[in-house]
């Protein structure tokens, strides 16, 4: 079976690739000129790259004018299916399409929730069958841009700002279960639809931090700040720093959100039954220990 997948030097898509070395599929990862690609060699699959921008319909229309894809498993961003399913249409070629779309798209104060619901409809206005994954807040490895970032701090400074009341509900995923999911979808290609995917756990952000000071052996004080002086400093910083401010206005406003969603269908329909937060935040310490980077 040929398989093309996107995102593969990324999170999930190691990943991903780890659990895949078992099959016997033929692999293309779609890579841009810049994507560092050691992680994959160090997997040591046989694997041929294309290199280009997924969000181009021109990289898709010369992917599609050499393979006939069986599946193509996006996982870079849902936000680049327009340009997959117009290449797919110009080619004519349906494979089934596998992709990672977030539950961000519930979000009322996610600025790109409104694109993420349009992609959603182009998914499901193609031709061919999908899968839709949508996961939580994904965490995993140093490689993750949510949880490690957190550890990192409490370590280093044994304290974290709670804007507001932090008993707001969320449910992080480990990429490992997500890149089990995404590999259980492509052994069952009857499946279809759209699948949320969230963590073994739910938990308050204030218990988030109790649940790091336990794994880190020190206590986190939770520093309790008004909502409003999280929402003006990110607004501050973003002006300022733009690209490069460490909080986003959008995810403090977030922090009122519960982020918790159930995965029973995805229980039921790919087998997924997702790690307790404790158990994976606690491997996701061990790697960050052993690699240094944090010192406790
Ligand atoms: N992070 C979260 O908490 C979260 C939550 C819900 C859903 N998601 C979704 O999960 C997916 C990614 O997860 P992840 O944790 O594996 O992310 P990641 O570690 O940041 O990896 C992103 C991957 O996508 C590739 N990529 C991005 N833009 C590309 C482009 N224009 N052309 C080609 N390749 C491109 C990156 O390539 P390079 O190596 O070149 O950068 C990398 O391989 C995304 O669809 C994201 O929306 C994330």
């Known amino acids: 079976m040929n398989i093309i997948i996107t995102g593969s030097t990324g999170l999930i898509g190691l990943y991903l690739l780890s659990k895949i070395k078992q099959e016997n599929y033929l692999i293309d990862c779609v890579v841009r000129s810049t994507s560092n690609t050691q992680g994959i060699e160090e997997i040591n699959l046989k694997i041929n790259y294309f290199v280009g921008d997924t969000s181009s319909v021109e990289t898709w229309d010369k992917i599609l004018a050499q393979r006939t894809p069986e599946v193509i498993v996006h996982i870079a961003s849902i936000l680049h299916t327009e340009?997959?399913?117009?290449?797919?249409?110009?080619?004519?070629?349906?494979?089934?399409?596998?992709?990672?779309?977030?539950?961000?798209?519930?979000?009322?104060?996610?600025?790109?929730?409104?694109?993420?619901?349009?992609?959603?409809?182009?998914?499901?206005?193609?031709?061919?069958?999908?899968?839709?994954?949508?996961?939580t807040m994904i965490y995993g490895s140093h490689r993750d841009k949510n949880l490690h970032k957190l550890i990192k701090f409490c370590d280093r400074y044994g304290f974290f700002p709670v804007f507001g009341p932090g008993e707001n509900l969320i449910q992080p995923v480990h990429a490992d279960d997500l890149a089990q999911a995404i590999l259980t979808a492509l052994q069952r290609p009857h499946i279809q639809g759209a699948y949320d995917l969230s963590g073994g756990t739910v938990v308050t952000f204030r218990e988030l931090l109790t649940l790091v000071g336990k794994l880190l052996g020190k206590p986190v004080r939770q520093i309790s700040l008004p909502l409003n002086a999280g929402v003006w400093s990110a607004t501050i910083l973003e002006n300022l720093l733009k690209e490069r401010s460490p909080v986003r206005r959008e995810q403090i406003l977030r922090l009122q959100e519960d982020k918790a969603y159930p995965h029973d269908a995805a229980q039921r329909d790919l087998d997924f039954f997702p790690r307790t937060l404790e158990e994976g935040l606690g491997?996701?310490?061990?790697?960050?220990?052993?690699?240094?980077?944090?010192?406790?």
């Open 83 to 135: 340009a997959i399913v117009e290449s797919l249409k110009k080619a004519e070629k349906n494979p089934r399409l596998i992709v990672i779309g977030t539950t961000g798209i519930y979000s009322k104060y996610r600025e790109s929730a409104e694109d993420y619901k349009k992609m959603e409809t182009r998914l499901d206005e193609y031709s061919g069958s999908y899968c839709l994954l949508r996961p």
């Open 283 to 296: 491997q996701e310490v061990e790697l960050m220990r052993s690699l240094g980077m944090i010192s406790s």
